[in-house]
């Protein structure tokens, strides 16, 4: 039984791809509300880790659990991802690719579409929302693509490297929208980032994984509050000192 108040569960958890382990003796619990960032080198299981939380596959050892349910067709029920690419669909206009998942749920295009029009306009879309994603900018595609991820209406929001396709200039642009994103939203959040500024920047704690096979190495709470400007809170002595830490705790995992 899990922990009341306890959104995922991971207990022991490895996994393989034939010989090769990719995962090796990972726990950890985020409280429901919570936002995790993932951090670690490349290669070291921070994605697939998603996929076995999201219920894409199961462990090869150890135990995971979303909201209690420890089932494939559990997990995928209660969890909603968000790739790297934006994934839109070039012939749908922005709204529409909003509404997606909310159609495919047989909700019917009307109310979707107000549903969707609403959170574009929250996220500063408003303007945009009869555009194709041709029209949009890089970051404008992502603030759609989050839009969609919001609408699932499910409980664990999966974002796996939201910004990484984007230029360094708008990427740090969007790191404070990204955390009022989650914020206002309220979901508990998995967030894999090779970006340690941003882990601590957006998320509540960050866990760094090992090179693989990927193990839990070091943890840290952020020092700053989600709310707090970008330029401020990265600038602040406490930041400076977790990033510093942090990348000190990466350097490690690869010598």
């Not at 929302?129 to 699932?152: D, E, I, K, N, W």
């Amino acid at each position: 039984m899990e922990t009341p108040g306890i959104e995922i569960s991971a207990r022991s958890v490895a996994h393989r791809f034939g010989e090769l382990e990719v995962l090796a003796d990972i726990s950890f619990e985020t409280a429901a509300g919570e936002v995790v960032a993932l951090v670690g080198p490349s290669g070291c299981g921070k994605s697939t880790l998603l996929e076995l939380i999201g219920g894409l596959a199961e462990p090869t050892a150890g135990e995971l659990a979303v909201a209690g349910e420890a089932s494939m067709s559990g997990r995928l029920e209660r969890c909603t991802w968000m790739p790297q690419r934006d994934l839109l669909l070039p012939w749908r206009r922005a709204v529409d690719n909003a509404a997606l998942g909310l159609r495919l749920s047989g909700a019917p295009r009307a109310s979707a579409r107000a549903e969707a029009e609403a959170m574009l306009d929250r996220l500063g879309l408003a303007d945009f929302a009869r555009s194709y994603p041709s029209q949009l900018s890089g970051g404008m595609r992502q603030r759609v693509a989050f839009a969609r991820t919001l609408l699932a209406g499910k409980p664990v929001l999966l974002l796996d490297e939201p910004l990484a396709a984007l230029d360094a200039i708008t990427r740090a642009d969007l790191q404070g929208w990204l955390a009022a994103g989650i914020r206002e939203a309220g979901r508990t959040t998995l967030l894999v980032t090779h970006d340690v500024e941003e882990a601590l920047y957006v998320a509540d704690r960050v866990l760094l994984l090992s090179a693989r096979p990927g193990r839990v190495v070091w943890e840290a709470t952020s020092p700053v509050a989600r709310d707090r400007p970008r330029a401020e809170a990265i600038s602040s002595p406490d930041f400076v000192a977790a990033r510093a830490s942090a990348l000190e705790a990466l350097a490690g995992t690869t010598s």
